[in-house]
């Protein structure tokens, strides 16, 4: 039976290789984890794509086939779960599945359950290490599910608990940013301390407002403030 395990340090078999597609929106990072853990003669592992945002992945997940995704939750495009809303048919295959394992620098509880719900198999951080990542990326195309420490309390408590919510389809459909806004918005800012606080302009807040409020057939920030209330977003 697959077990939830922590990351351990390497793997057993020298021989054994896996084919992994990088998905991150910071060439640095994707290029850093690439001198770590793609010296495949040393680590088994083959980095055989790379991409920066939902569509990139898609394309390159569907043209390499590859056994693991390392996915970064924040993706421009709609996020990591988009990525796995669309790739849910490899996912779904049963010879030579397409397994993902996220790899984000966010420790957020609702992170880490979205991607878990959309169907990756683990989460970790990146405060990870090399050796410890080889490691995830080798038991989940076991199957295993990994976590970084703390983080499966989160996936536990979500799906153990009786009265935890089902799937948020609502949530599901704002992008991270329009999240943010959201948040914000339910905790009383103005349009200009938004602005200011994300760094962007008061009417790009009001265009991410407006998108939130259709999305989730809501009138006012009003009712969006009870909405987030009742989510425990806020």
């Known amino acids: 039976m697959n077990g939830t395990t922590e990351p351990t340090g390497g793997h057993a078999d020298p021989d054994r ?49 590859p056994e693991v995704v390392l996915l970064d939750v924040h993706l421009p495009g709609g996020g990591g779960v988009e990525v796995l809303r669309r790739c849910a048919p490899f996912m779904g295959a049963v010879e030579n599945p397409v397994r993902f394992l996220a790899l984000s620098v966010s420790d957020a509880a609702e992170d880490v359950i979205g991607v878990i719900r959309g169907g990756a198999r683990g989460y970790v951080t990146k405060t990870i290490t090399g050796a410890d990542l080889v490691d995830s990326v080798f038991r989940v195309q076991d199957g295993d599910a990994v976590f970084s420490p703390r983080l499966a309390g989160f996936v536990l408590d979500a799906f153990a608990s009786t009265d935890a919510p089902p799937v948020d389809e609502d949530l599901d459909r704002l992008t991270q940013r329009e999240r943010e806004v959201l948040r914000l918005i339910a905790r009383g800012y103005a349009y200009k301390e938004i602005a200011k606080q994300l760094f962007i302009s008061v009417k790009t807040v009001e265009s991410h407002v407006s998108a939130v409020l259709r999305k989730l057939q809501l009138s006012n920030r009003h009712e969006l403030t009870r909405w987030a209330t009742a989510r425990r977003l806020v």
């Open 17 to 65: 290789r896996v084919r992994v597609v990088l998905v991150d929106d910071h060439r640095m990072f994707r290029t850093g984890v690439q001198a770590e853990i793609g010296r495949t003669e040393e680590t088994g592992v083959e980095v055989v794509g790379e991409a920066a945002d939902v569509d990139q992945a898609v394309t390159v997940i569907t043209a390499t086939r």
